[in-house]
């Protein structure tokens, strides 16, 4: 099932609020996870679920989304949240979504 | 602590065939499934499959389906991943990671990452 992320890069100042897309193609239920991944190192679970915070994530990401729309937020991006974060349909064949880059305005 | 571990990087020419170990430790093996994911330089994730530690049983995408295979050694605790007839585009840094079988549950733990470049 294609994921489509959106948008594919952006640029943002420390504490503002980002928003990241996710549309998949047909009907995924809540089956989505979202991950950051930094330079040279293995992605890393934010988010199941749509919207449960794995253990030990900062309470600024939020997850949303149902059916075929899905949303990460950062409320106040903080330095460390510079990244390129994916989204990850969870079901039989996990696909992922094509990445956005989150750089320092 | 929950780790997996997996082989060295591996420089390949085109048409030979590679296999990467992955050895998991700090919990029990059969509770999840190992998933291969690989990343070209630059580029995004994919997704190549995974395998049922317990059964053996395993689930591959068309993409892959007639190149790949993995399988497990429950005696050490070690998944593998054996990619054939290898293509200079599979140079790539690949992945092996956990996740629970239910489809709620995202991978919550990953391997350091091999990198493995095809190239005459």
């Known amino acids: 099932i294609p994921l489509t992320q959106s948008p594919s890069s952006l640029s943002a100042f420390v504490g503002d609020r980002v928003t990241i897309t996710c549309r998949a193609s047909q009907d995924i239920s809540n089956y989505l996870a979202w991950y950051q991944q930094k330079p040279g190192k293995a992605p890393n679970l934010l988010i199941y679920s749509a919207s449960t915070l794995q253990s030990g994530v900062p309470s600024r990401f939020r997850g949303s989304g149902f059916g075929t729309d899905f949303t990460l937020t950062i409320s106040s991006l903080q330095p460390e949240d510079f990244a390129t974060y994916y989204c990850?349909?969870?079901?039989?064949?996990?696909?992922f979504g094509g990445g956005t880059k989150v750089e320092i305005k | 602590q929950v780790q997996l571990v997996q082989s060295g990087a591996e420089l390949k020419k085109p048409g030979a065939s590679v296999k990467v170990s992955c050895k998991a430790s700090g919990y029990t093996f059969t509770d999840y499934y190992i998933h291969w994911v690989r990343q070209a330089p630059g580029q995004g994730l994919e997704w190549m499959g995974w395998i049922n530690p317990n059964s053996g049983g395993t689930n591959y995408p068309q993409k892959f389906q007639a190149r790949v295979t993995m399988t497990r050694d429950m005696s050490t605790n070690t998944a593998y991943m054996e990619l054939n007839r290898l293509r200079p585009d599979d140079t790539a840094v690949y992945y092996c990671a956990r996740k629970l079988g239910r489809p709620y549950y995202g991978v919550d733990v990953w391997g350091q990452g091999t990198t493995v470049t095809v190239s005459s």
């Open positions: 990850q349909q969870t079901n039989s064949f996990p696909s």
